[in-house]
């Protein structure tokens, strides 16, 4: 590489146990352009970026700040030098104002205290120059919405007058004014001040409308680098997934789809304003129906606006053909349905509790008898039955839930639904941290409650992951449905496609 960059990765190695996340990845970054970091999903973009913020040391190579070799820097003096990072979790202090969060650390002050009338002048200030009248910078960023708290994470960036702005997935949780708010702001920001921005995204739209360049990773490695003007939007995919083609019935562990009865699930016209785009579909008993999607496709929202958890502004939910509107997971476990949340810590389990009572928390009253007492013994044979029909690695059901690992902590969640009598079942993120041993099993359990006639919903972000389990793939993109393929004709090149808002 030439010495005309301002910023320079120089084979780049990283290893993580057992999988090599980077392998010589050398790219660089010129002043003032908009510079796009494109990859399928594990390709290495959040680790290269990571490295860059210092949240993870290299293993080999180097990395140049005008010129200047920074990996001694750490997380807290990389921003010191002028880079400034939006990553996807936002990073944001709940219980403080938006002016504290857009201040700081930088708070002006009066003799030894801060000047709050002062703080909250120029954060408004700071605000109304991104996005004018969206943001009272006195609330509290606990109650702003997601896309406001974001908002609040790109003034705060950009108060810092930093020469390198970072924004990873910056307009997942953007309306279209918004996103063009962000746009006008960076591109105001670069002929004003020369500022250069890498910009990951899985959107197109977002690409071409506003950067430069594009760099492309796989598997690990670096594609290469060229002129937005130079690629097609189907020569970006065909470099990202490149020639290996996933075959689509290739390790496949789902059982055969069955279509000929009645669906035992339909979806139709569902709309969440700002989330969901007129979705429809119907899941039949003992299919297995994925829904893939980038970072902000609403996969998610979708499933939680099914079961009732948002409430939807428009469309029916069906269950053996007859019309149901739940009120959230209560209502929705009376309706046969149950849901493997994404969120572990948070919605599947209660970490300080043991297996036992966590796997039978759901369906109590199982294990209840007239005068409200509970057979222990009967409840621990249960779930001691069903720890054993889930393989869960676990000296005794007594065990802390916290101590296990992350797969066999998803395997409680889903013990805890199958202890009861559910019949569709929900899997959003089933494999997210979990290693390849457990992923297998996770596919296995699927695969298990399909040949039993449930009908299963995976949502998740791993399109391979989606061709492999999936009797039939639904790819969404912004809240929509861009098409629904038989996993017979998928292939991970058109599915990417779709999943970057191509269409059928």
């Not at 005309?4 to 392998?23: H, M, Q, T, W």
């Not at 995919?237 to 390790?251: H, L, N, Q, T, W």
């Not at 019309?323 to 300080?352: F, H, M, T």
């Amino acid at each position: 590489m030439g010495n005309n960059y301002l910023l320079e990765f120089k084979d780049i190695c990283k290893r993580f146990p057992g999988v090599r996340a980077l392998s010589n990845v050398s790219l660089g970054i010129r002043k003032g352009e908009i510079h796009a970091l494109m990859g399928a999903n594990g390709a290495g973009k959040s680790t290269l970026i990571k490295i860059l913020a210092r949240v993870y040391s290299q293993d080999g190579g180097e990395i140049l700040l005008d010129g200047k070799d920074i990996s001694r820097a750490t997380t807290e003096t990389i921003r010191d030098l002028g880079v400034e990072f939006i990553f996807q979790e936002l990073e944001l202090v709940q219980d403080f104002s938006a002016a504290q969060n857009i201040l700081i650390g930088v708070e002006p002050t009066k003799g030894l205290v801060i000047d709050r009338n002062r703080m909250l002048r120029e954060a408004q200030a700071a605000m109304d120059a991104f996005m004018p009248e969206t943001v009272d910078v006195s609330s509290s960023v606990s109650s702003l919405s997601v896309a406001k708290q974001q908002m609040v994470c790109i003034v705060r960036a950009l108060y810092r007058d930093p020469k390198i702005l970072v924004l990873d997935e910056p307009t997942s949780r953007l309306s279209a004014t918004e996103t063009e708010a962000l746009f006008a702001a960076i591109r105001r920001l670069r002929r004003e001040r020369g500022i250069t921005v890498i910009y990951i995204s899985h959107r197109m739209e977002d690409i071409y409308a506003i950067c430069d360049r594009v760099s492309i990773l796989r598997d690990g490695e670096m594609v290469g680098s060229y002129a937005l003007e130079e690629l097609s939007r189907q020569d970006i995919v065909y470099k990202m997934v490149g020639e290996d083609i996933a075959s689509p019935s290739r390790g496949r562990v789902a059982g055969a789809r069955a279509q000929e009865g009645k669906p035992k699930l339909s979806v139709a016209g569902l709309c969440l304003e700002r989330h969901l785009r007129d979705v429809s579909f119907d899941v039949y008993p003992g299919e297995v129906f994925v829904l893939t999607g980038s970072v902000g496709s609403q996969k998610t929202e979708l499933i939680e606006s099914i079961i009732g958890i948002r409430k939807a502004d428009r469309g029916t939910v069906r269950i053996d053909g007859k019309e149901v509107r739940l009120q959230g997971a209560g209502s929705a476990k009376s309706a046969g349905i149950c849901l493997v949340p994404e969120d572990r810590r948070r919605n599947g389990v209660i970490y300080d509790f043991a297996v036992r009572s966590n796997s039978s928390l759901a369906f109590l009253s199982r294990w209840t008898g007239a005068l409200g007492a509970i057979s222990r013994k009967r409840e621990k044979a249960d779930t001691e039955k069903m720890a054993d029909f889930l393989s869960i690695k676990t000296a005794s059901v007594e065990t802390l839930v916290k101590t296990l690992s992350g797969g066999n902590q998803q395997k409680v969640v889903i013990a805890k639904w199958l202890l009861g009598d559910s019949t569709v079942y929900f899997f959003d993120e089933p494999t997210v941290g979990i290693d390849v041993k457990g992923k297998s099993e996770i596919y296995e359990i699927i695969k298990t409650l399909s040949s039993q006639g449930k009908a299963i919903v995976v949502a998740t972000s791993d399109i391979e992951e989606a061709m492999r389990i999936g009797d039939r793939i639904a790819v969404m993109f912004e809240g929509g449905i861009q098409g629904i393929v038989d996993s017979d004709e998928a292939d991970k090149q058109r599915m990417t496609y779709l999943a970057m808002g191509g269409r059928q």
